[in-house]
């Protein structure tokens, strides 16, 4: 038999007559104890005539649960958790208690325990593939059955804008105010800043496809874009104006009086002067 149970239901002993004709009436019967999972369980019962001569009869039961459980996927599914929505590690967690909706029976309708493989991965996945976990049904035997679903943590909304980026107009200092421009590159034109619901942000321009409005960097103007980067790749931008001017008037060294002999209506020596 498959089940213990089986092997709970007392077998009828045989009618025996002994050698003169007369029927016997059997004790018993004697029932070994349970077997667990695998091994026989017997009943015993003992004849015996009127002159003392007995005889026994064993009925056995060979036990074998050798039979895994059967799972019902019908209600199995994966599961996709929004990064940053609600609680996402007591979603998760509820989604494994489930055993990803999937249920299981067994032959012998004993307890079924389960257990899963999740790695305790809570990052953030970017793309559409899923973990997966192994969903595993043991009965009282030790057979087991498993099914596979996945989860996926997803971040699908861009970072938000906190700051926007200012604009900054600098003194031309003849050489293309460098270190000034990436300094306000460097602080996010002074200063972007953003946030994320789920991951770190990584800030980008595009400075380095622009030109100034006069195309040097001389004086002029660059509307720079700044970008920040979340780490599934969702973006949000804020942009701002580095524009170098030229608005201090020469510097004029003064020159020195002089003084000359009049030495007549001289055209050329006027020209001097």
């Not at 996709?80 to 609680?87: A, N, P, Q, S, T």
């Not at 595993?136 to 804008?161: H, M, Q």
């Not at 293309?176 to 942000?201: E, K, M, P, V, Y």
């Amino acid at each position: 038999v498959d089940c213990l149970a089986d092997a709970q239901v007392q077998p009828t002993p045989p009618a025996q007559n002994d050698a003169c004709g007369n029927p016997i009436t059997p004790s018993g019967p004697v029932v070994s104890a349970d077997p667990v999972c695998q091994g026989v369980k017997t009943y015993t019962w003992t004849y015996t005539d009127c002159e003392g001569n007995s005889h026994d009869w064993v009925y056995t039961y060979t036990l074998n649960d050798d039979v895994d459980p059967i799972i019902d996927n019908t209600n199995k599914d994966n599961i996709e958790i929004e990064c940053g929505i609600g609680d996402t590690q007591a979603a998760l967690d509820a989604w494994l208690d489930s055993n990803a909706g999937a249920t299981a029976s067994d032959n012998c309708s004993g307890n079924i325990t389960w257990s899963n493989d999740y790695g305790q991965n809570t990052d953030v996945i970017c793309g559409d593939n899923g973990i997966p976990v192994t969903f595993r049904a043991t009965d009282a035997c030790g057979n087991f059955s498993e099914t596979t679903a996945t989860y996926l943590i997803k971040d699908t909304e861009d970072p938000i804008i906190t700051n926007n980026a200012s604009d900054q107009t600098v003194q031309c200092d003849g050489a293309g105010n460098i270190d000034q421009f990436n300094a306000w590159l460097d602080n996010i034109g002074n200063t972007g800043t953003a946030t994320d619901n789920c991951s770190s942000i990584v800030w980008s321009n595009d400075s380095a496809d622009l030109q100034f409005t006069d195309g040097c960097a001389l004086t002029g103007s660059m509307l720079v874009t700044f970008t920040a980067t979340d780490g599934c790749g969702n973006t949000s931008s804020t942009q701002a104006l580095f524009t170098i001017a030229d608005t201090t008037p020469p510097a004029l060294a003064g020159g020195a009086d002089g003084a000359a002999e009049c030495t007549g209506d001289d055209p050329a020596l006027n020209a001097d002067y």
